[in-house]
T-cell receptor, first 115, second 112 residues
Framework: DTGVSQNPRHKITKRGQNVTFRCDPI?????LYWYRQTLGQGPEFLTY????????KSRLLSDRFSAERPKGSFSTLEIQRTEQGDSAMYLC?????????????FGPGTRLLVL | TQLLEQSPQFLSIQEGENLTVYCNSS?????LQWYRQEPGEGPVLLVT?????EVKKLKRLTFQFGDARKDSSLHITAAQPGDTGLYLC????????????FGKGTLLTVNP
């Protein structure tokens, strides 16, 4: 069990560019989550997948954001036309099926800086 | 308004000291989780408390869930530099059993 992995770990981009992040969950986990964490805040929920189905999207996820989990395994989070306010740590978590959703295991995050 | 209020926001202490951090809310929760996050890493689950009044111990860490299940505390005995990190409390919110809502955290620094 190698845990949740995220790539890249760091990304610096210029305002207006598109960026894509990848998350590989723990292999047997069918649930996958994306959170965003800004400085001085706890993580904030963005979206949730059960297998390949995206079941909930936060209002924080504007039209410029899109997340996919095409085969129910890895997931990608794309931000189009990045803005400076998108600078944050983007965290991915996964969990297995369970009555309480299961314990969420977090990856190391992708830190995005938009110049 | 924050669902979970954590205090203090920052705490800097010397190695060997004891400390308590708090997580408070006006809402009642079925369970509450504590995480520790080290710089540049994702949060790691420390404990889940479920029953009002419950006390759980993890080595030098003692977690308590309030009787009314609205608040929780984390006490660290004889803090060590390895305890340095951001301590976050979190609950399932919005009627879901999967969406976590976190407090802002307490940033603890233990100086050698």
């Amino acid at each position: 069990d190698t845990g949740v992995s995220q790539n890249p770990r760091h990304k610096i981009t210029k305002r207006g560019q598109n960026v894509t992040f990848r998350c590989d969950p723990i292999s047997e986990h069918n649930r996958l989550y994306w959170y965003r964490q800004t400085l001085g805040q706890g993580p904030e929920f963005l979206t949730y997948f059960q297998n390949e189905a995206q079941l909930e999207k936060s209002r924080l996820l504007s039209d410029r954001f899109s997340a996919e989990r095409p085969k129910g395994s890895f997931s990608t989070l794309e931000i189009q036309r990045t803005e400076q306010g998108d600078s944050a740590m983007y965290l991915c978590a996964s969990s297995s099926r369970g009555t309480a959703g299961g314990t969420q295991y977090f990856g190391p995050g992708t830190r995005l800086l938009v110049l | 308004t924050q669902l979970l209020e954590q205090s203090p926001q920052f705490l800097s202490i010397q190695e060997g000291e004891n400390l308590t951090v708090y997580c408070n809310s006006s809402s009642v929760f079925s369970s509450l989780q504590w995480y520790r996050q080290e710089p540049g890493e994702g949060p790691v689950l420390l404990v889940t408390v479920v029953t009002g009044g419950e006390v759980k111990k993890l080595k030098r860490l003692t977690f308590q869930f309030g009787d009314a299940r609205k608040d929780s505390s984390l006490h660290i005995t004889a803090a060590q530099p390895g305890d340095t990190g951001l301590y976050l409390c979190a609950v399932n919110s919005g009627g879901s059993n999967y969406k976590l809502t976190f407090g802002k955290g307490t940033l603890l620094t233990v100086n050698p």
